[in-house]
């Protein structure tokens, strides 16, 4: 189809004619080229920014943006920061509740292993024991 168009007008070029702001003119305002307005948002020029930086310093497109990194910084910060607090907590503790700790670990040692005896004790010394639990308290009702 533009080949036919081409036949009928062979002399189209010069139909067309230049724009006067070739001339030189210098009373014609010309014409400004307008923006992209994607290119002209503030989000692509900042990521057009950073994917230039990564650039330069080598790193791919691949690699960790900025926020992300600065994200992993101040996680491992906070981190860091309470494992300080403990252990300044740690030190700052009385003599009192350091005992008193001491004293607590000692008493869930020792239930510990009274359970692990009990689990391992017979069955009929259990059921005795519980024999003489109940035989004991419905005495005592008995002489009330």
Do not use: C, W
């Amino acid at each position: 189809m533009y080949t036919e168009i081409q036949r009928e007008h062979p002399d189209s070029r010069n139909i067309l004619t230049h724009p006067d702001y070739i001339d030189g003119n210098p009373d014609l305002i010309k014409p400004k080229k307008l923006l992209n307005p994607v290119k002209a948002s503030k989000s692509h020029q900042e990521l057009h920014r950073e994917l230039l930086m990564n650039h330069k310093r080598g790193l791919g497109v691949e690699s960790k943006p900025e926020l992300q990194r600065v994200l992993e910084h101040r996680r491992r910060n906070q981190l860091f920061r309470q494992k300080k607090e403990e252990e300044e907590a740690k030190k700052l503790q009385s003599p009192f509740e350091k005992e008193l700790l001491k004293r607590h670990q000692r008493l869930d040692q020792l239930e510990k292993e009274q359970e692990k005896e009990e689990d391992h004790a017979p069955e009929f010394i259990k059921v005795k024991e519980n024999l003489r639990r109940t035989s004991t308290v419905t005495g005592e009702e008995k002489a009330a």
